[in-house]
């Protein structure tokens, strides 16, 4: 097939938020009505007008994955996005890897990076001196560290990074992820995202903008994005991560394909950092590019 024409697959999901730590949770989760958001339990919010958010719960991850004395290397928002990637592994059926590692890449969107460890190392640092900071907080917080991670556990050689725009960082994954395989370079990738910020900084920084819903009294109900009474979005943790391979490979080893991405497009309407231009101009750009795309 030539090269920029070749189709890509979507093998495997993995997904884990305030509605379940795995796939098969979380799906039913959704069908059932069921809201991921309740009041936050990781830290004391006596202080914040913000006491609710999308809290993965009692989440501990597997020692295959990080051993327990290796947990404090890395911020939440890594262990989220491993978890999630092996989910998606098994469920794509791999159990060791169906091409060459060289051509089997990992690129995950990660917005912010790891803000709880930085709020809690800022801490360290003023009240105790640089030479309490841990050698492992730079490692611990870049948004890098979630791809190279699931890389270096899967033993995968290919192109390896992360993509941060906010929140459209994991889509903006996917897209790169496809672009790879459609040109030919890899032939299987691991992408999606990552996040988890729900400390007393990001929390504090969203609500003096104004941005958070402040229904602290009926958390289930808070975020209502498309309701005339609207207050704002919900901050939430987690990770989704998708298997991309080619089509015809995907095929040939027998994988399940649970769809097909035809095409992907992107916009800005280069209108105000947060407001979307009225008559929704940059939406209208991204869909035509999608279908053109395809």
């Avoid at 994991?170 to 990552?194: D, N, P, Q, R, W």
């Avoid at 209502?224 to 991309?244: C, H, Q, S, T």
């Avoid at 992907?264 to 209208?284: K, N, Q, V």
């Amino acid at each position: 097939m030539p090269v920029g024409h070749r189709r890509v697959a979507i093998t495997g999901m993995g997904a884990i938020c305030g509605l379940g730590q795995n796939l098969d949770t979380v799906w039913n989760s959704i069908l059932q009505g069921k809201s991921g958001i309740s009041p936050i339990s990781a830290f004391d919010t006596t202080d914040l007008p913000i006491k609710i958010a999308g809290e993965v719960k009692n989440f501990k991850i597997s020692e295959k994955l990080i051993a327990e004395r290796e947990h404090a290397k890395y911020d939440r928002f890594v262990h989220l996005a491993l978890h999630s990637a092996d989910e998606a592994m098994k469920n794509a059926n791999i159990d060791s890897l169906p091409y060459q590692a060289e051509k089997i890449g990992c690129i995950l969107g990660v917005g912010m990076g790891g803000f709880p460890l930085i709020e809690a190392t800022s801490k360290i640092y003023l009240e105790k001196g640089s030479r309490r900071v841990s050698p492992f907080f730079i490692p611990s917080i870049i948004p890098n560290m979630a791809p190279g991670l699931v890389s270096i556990h899967f033993g995968l050689k290919g192109i390896n990074y992360n993509i941060a725009s906010a929140c459209a960082s994991a889509t903006h994954a996917i897209s790169a992820a496809a672009y790879e395989i459609m040109l030919g370079k890899h032939e299987m990738m691991v992408t999606g995202g990552a996040e988890s910020v729900i400390c007393a900084l990001p929390i504090s920084g969203f609500a003096s903008m104004k941005a958070l819903s402040r229904r602290n009294d009926e958390p289930s109900k808070s975020s209502r994005p498309f309701d005339k009474d609207r207050d704002g979005f919900v901050m939430g943790e987690g990770a989704g991560v998708l298997i991309l391979e080619d089509l015809e490979k995907a095929q040939k080893r027998g994988a399940k394909i649970y769809a097909e991405v035809v095409g992907h497009g992107s916009s800005s309407d280069a209108y105000h950092i947060t407001a979307p231009e009225p008559e929704g101009e940059g939406a209208a750009l991204c869909m035509r590019n999608c279908l053109k795309n395809a």
